[in-house]
């Protein structure tokens, strides 16, 4: 391996392909220091906005 892995908290820790559970906390914990949101959004999928328009619930457009 060229380079050995640290800490650092500008580049995601790298999966080697041992080790899952402590490769998925390490992730975790680098999205939350980005933003709490990120985790949330891999877990439960993305927040979809949306509105009512004559009593039916649809997807907010991009431009609103």
Same mark, same amino acid.
């Given at each position: 391996?060229?380079?050995?892995?640290?800490? !650092? #908290?500008?580049?995601?820790?790298?999966?080697?392909? &041992? /080790?899952?559970? *402590?490769?998925?906390?390490?992730?975790?914990?680098?999205?939350? !220091? #980005?933003?709490?949101?990120?985790?949330?959004?891999? &877990? /439960?999928?993305? *927040?979809?906005?949306?509105?009512?328009?004559?009593?039916?619930?649809?997807?907010?457009?991009?431009?609103?």
């Amino acid at each position: 391996m060229p380079f050995a892995e640290g800490a !650092s #908290i500008n580049r995601p820790p790298m999966f080697g392909g &041992v /080790n899952y559970a *402590f490769w998925k906390i390490r992730m975790k914990i680098f999205m939350e !220091s #980005i933003d709490m949101g990120i985790w949330d959004a891999m &877990v /439960n999928g993305p *927040f979809v906005p949306m509105q009512v328009v004559k009593e039916e619930t649809m997807k907010k457009p991009w431009s609103d």
